[in-house]
């Protein structure tokens, strides 16, 4: 199953693409900037939709709780909650947790990239530098 849910993060509006099967969910958060419009969305998923679901489909999968329809006494619903607020192991949705997930994976991604481009300029200026220094010495 998938779902779009579009909501305003101050300053600009996001979209959350879900993909939901086999009891995983995996997802992936775009910038749609001013509120968009009925059509205008559609416009844009029409152009960008086969790109974020390739997006989504390649972030890591997030094990999704099946929901059971079964009322909870109040009293003891409230004690189950106290009890999730002080465990706080884990906060948010399955979906808020494939995105940070996916933000991890980019970041780590960025980062080697970051490291490999630095690398390649520090070897490219001591070759500029040793060639410099090469020909000084031509020139005495």
Known sequence: M???????ENPFWVGVLEIVEGGELRATRFVLGSEPTDPE??????????ALLERAEAAPAVPVE???DRRVNPKRAAKLAA?????????????QEALRLEME??????????????RALAEHRREVA?????????DH
Not at 41 to 50: D, I, K
Not at 83 to 95: E, H, I, L, Q, S
Not at 130 to 138: A, C, G, L
């Open 2 to 8: 998938v779902s779009l849910s579009v909501y305003f």
């Open 41 to 50: 969305l559609y416009a844009f998923l029409m152009r960008h939709g086969v």
């Open 66 to 68: 099946e929901r059971g």
């Open 83 to 95: 009890r999730a607020v002080a465990r706080v192991t884990r906060r948010g949705t399955a979906a």
């Open 105 to 118: 994976n980019a970041k780590g991604a960025a980062r080697v990239n970051r490291r490999e481009r630095e």
């Open 130 to 138: 040793r060639r410099k220094r090469i020909e000084r010495r031509r």
